[in-house]
Nanobody, 124 residues
Framework: QVQLVESGGGLVQAGDSLRLSCAAS????????MGWFRQAPGKEREFVAA????????AYADSLKGRFTISRDNAKNTVYLQMNSLKPEDTAVYSC?????????????????WGQGTQVTVSS
């Protein structure tokens, strides 16, 4: 079992940056690939980024490449999402997820554990 708690969300202006954190507890976090997803009101959950268990391989939604960066610190049991040049369309609840495999995935169904999410609101 892995428990995930996100933090770092908030209200920012367009062009600002935010760094989200996802603190994990429980067994074998170091062996879990991690992902970030987001869901805006009235929209389906959307893949944002994923990282493999060791932090060597990353993947991003095409529309977010160059602005968002995922990373992890296994010594701190934490995965991060650095978001730069934020836009109003980035407004959503951001959730981190862990899967019981070492490789990341863009599919929500491939993840086994989810956090509650943190709200990010970007004003124009």
């Amino acid at each position: 079992q892995v428990q995930l708690v996100e933090s770092g969300g908030g209200l920012v202006q367009a062009g600002d940056s935010l760094r989200l954190s996802c603190a994990a507890s429980g067994r074998t976090f170091r062996r879990n690939a991690m992902g970030w997803f987001r869901q805006a009101p009235g929209k389906e959950r959307e893949f944002v980024a994923a990282v493999d268990w060791i932090g060597r391989s990353t993947a991003y939604a095409d529309s977010l490449k160059g602005r968002f960066t995922i990373s992890r610190d296994n010594a701190k049991n934490t995965v991060y999402l650095q978001m730069n040049s934020l836009k109003p369309e980035d407004t959503a609840v951001y959730s981190c997820a862990a899967r019981a495999y070492s490789g990341g995935s863009s599919r929500p169904d491939d993840y086994d554990y989810w956090g509650q999410g943190t709200q990010v609101t970007v004003s124009s």
